[in-house]
């Protein structure tokens, strides 16, 4: 296997040039499969963190724009007392905390937010959900309230000061601020109807997210939740439920059965996945065809210096090993080249700039090129040897 | 010794274009022997150095190489036998043109199996093949930067660095001028004097009257 490497190498160094346009053209498909499955787990990047409650059966019930003061205090504990066979809840608080010296909006997260969906943060850190100190992300504002500062905020007679462990991105999508904050719901609520981006400048507060957590400090339901049921709920009972939060008072509204948030989702998605469908036919083709070409140009080159390698005594069949060896070495330049590119488009902050993730899904697929030039490279390789004879490219010369 | 017992060659069999190469063909060559093969296009020299050389088959008779018979063997078997026991020269010089001198010559040496060679090795036995034909000062040129032939000499070089008994030789001198056809068949005498067995297969009448005999063929049948 040795010598099968060495020889593979011999051939892979003597063919520099074409083989550089061949590492190019792998590292460049491969780059292009990182941008297009990032952009694909960009449109699931939304939906996939709840996945759980929007496909259970559950309801996403969302908190009306048209608040008064003399609104009950909601907790989740009463969402789970008085609807029948709630889960669990994802859900969204306001805040009593005041500050004398800046005016803020407040949002707050339980649990199940604060470990499911981090939002897109410029500096710092995602918030803790069980801190012993109290912390919050803070959004991009003209009071330049920095990472690591602490501000002093009050909660009834308590005070509570707050540390900056992280700043949104500016139009970072956060959980929960749809319907409020100047975002409204779409007609057709969907897994987007939860998120929304909070626009400092419509709204001339900045905002602080915090876990709902931090002692000392009241909360209550105040934005949207997601609820979800156990399976075994009846259809009576789900109808009860809804009822009840229909009911609740005036400032709660019944967002829409889970099923609907589903299908809506589903068909959101599916119309983003179509609208990228050619581009990824494209790139998926355009590799095939180009590993085809790439390979039989290679093996049909080769072809004289299998004969003479056969001439002085190497196996037939053993031109397809040399073959594969030499679109191994290809494949190890190829893969060094990638993941050069990538750390030139992190280092430079191209990654920035448009949908670029590295994550195992992104390296799965871009592997998935490999996979396929590899396969193609020592597929076409032995069909071509095998309807060739020594005697025939000898007779030929 | 090299004998073959009447051997038939067949292309394309029970095809419409069907047409046997060789018919019955009896041959006799000792040890150290330097023969040469002529005959017109077409009549069937390169099928038979093709056979003798074990890169073609053939349907009907026998074929020996110092006693063994080569019939039924399988791939690894014929593979040893070209490797170890025969040495190939042919008109196009058959090189790798990327390859230097030194490079093209080892080749053998990367297929011999049974020893296992060092680099360093197979390094010192290609150059003192090169030596032999006097292109040991160009070891490391590339063999496309070389004259036909240099080319020449380093393909002889290669089809002795495993030592074979037998050097077979496909119009050895066919893209040569006069005078480096001399320098070859001097070369391949003066292999023949240390004992090597050389078969050339020419259309050339002067080189194969420096051979000690002449083989023709006509449509496939020796004359």
């Given at each position: 296997m040795e010598m099968f490497f060495k020889l593979g190498y011999n051939s892979f160094q003597k063919n520099k040039i074409i083989n550089t346009f061949i590492i190019l053209e792998i590292t460049l498909a491969m780059i292009i499969s990182i941008i297009m499955t990032s952009s694909i787990l960009s449109r699931f990047k939304y939906y996939t963190p709840f996945k759980d409650y929007f496909e259970s059966k559950g309801v996403f019930s969302s908190f009306s724009f048209a608040t008064n003061n003399n609104y009950p205090i909601i907790s989740t504990g009463y969402f789970k007392n008085s609807l029948k066979k709630v889960e669990s809840i994802a859900g969204c608080y306001s805040t009593d905390l005041y500050s004398k010296d800046f005016p803020f909006n407040y949002i707050s997260y339980d649990d199940e937010i604060v470990n499911k969906f981090i939002p897109s943060l410029s500096e710092g850190r995602w918030i803790n959900n069980t801190p012993e100190f109290c912390e919050a992300v803070i959004s991009p504002n003209n009071e330049n309230i920095k990472v690591g500062d602490t501000i002093n905020l009050t909660s009834g007679d308590n005070k509570i000061p707050i540390k900056i462990v992280g700043m949104l991105n500016n139009n970072a999508k956060i959980a929960g601020i749809s319907g409020f904050f100047g975002n409204n719901f779409n007609d057709k609520l969907n897994y987007n109807s939860f998120y929304g981006t909070y626009n400092v400048e419509f709204e001339e507060n900045p905002l602080l997210i915090v876990s709902k957590n931090m002692k000392n400090i009241g909360y209550n339901v105040s934005y949207p939740a997601l609820i979800k049921y156990s399976d075994d709920i009846t259809e009576k009972e789900i109808e009860e439920n809804h009822k009840i939060l229909s009911g609740i008072q005036q400032g709660f509204l019944l967002g829409e059965d889970m099923k609907v948030i589903k299908e809506n989702s589903k068909a959101d998605l599916f119309r983003e996945m179509l609208t990228l469908l050619p581009i990824i036919i494209s790139v998926i083709s355009l590799t095939i065809i180009s590993s085809i070409s790439v390979s039989a140009l290679s093996t049909k080159k080769q072809l004289r210096n299998y004969t003479i390698y056969y001439i002085c005594g190497s196996r037939w069949k053993n031109c397809v090993l040399i073959n594969a060896c030499q679109s191994l070495i290809t494949i190890a330049y190829a893969t060094l080249g990638t993941i050069v590119t990538i750390a030139v488009i992190i280092r430079t902050g191209l990654s920035e700039k448009f949908i670029f993730t590295i994550n195992p899904t992104t390296i799965f697929f871009s592997s998935l090129i490999l996979i396929v030039y590899f396969l193609i490279s020592m597929i076409l390789p032995v069909l071509i040897i095998r309807k060739t004879t020594p005697v025939t490219i000898l007779k030929k010369n | 010794m090299i004998q073959l017992k009447n051997i038939k060659k067949i292309y394309n069999k029970g095809k419409t274009n069907e047409f046997e190469a060789l018919h019955d063909v009896s041959l006799k060559i000792d040890d150290g022997e330097l023969i040469a093969i002529i005959g017109k296009s077409g009549a069937g020299k390169s099928t038979l150095l093709h056979i003798l050389s074990c890169i073609d088959s053939y349907e009907n008779g026998e074929f020996f190489i110092n006693d063994t018979l080569?019939?039924?063997?399988s791939d690894r078997e014929l593979a040893k036998i070209r490797n170890k026991k025969i040495g190939m020269v042919m008109q196009d010089f058959a090189?790798?043109?990327?390859?230097?001198c030194l490079e093209n010559v080892m080749i053998p040496l990367n297929f011999s199996k049974e020893v296992k060679m060092s680099s360093k090795e197979k390094t010192k036995k290609s150059t003192e093949a090169l030596k032999k034909v006097s292109m040991d000062s160009m070891l490391n040129k590339s063999v496309n930067c070389l004259s036909g032939g240099q080319k020449q000499r380093v393909a002889i070089a290669r089809a002795i660095v495993n030592e074979p008994d037998v050097i077979l030789a496909d119009e050895p001198t066919g893209a040569l001028d006069t005078s480096t056809a001399k320098e070859i068949m001097d070369v391949f005498h003066e292999l023949n004097k240390q004992g090597k067995t050389i078969i050339i297969v020419t259309h050339d009448k002067e080189v194969a009257a420096q051979c000690n005999r002449i083989i023709e063929i006509s449509d496939g049948n020796i004359v």
């Open positions: - | 080569i019939k039924n063997k090189l790798i043109e990327e390859f230097t």
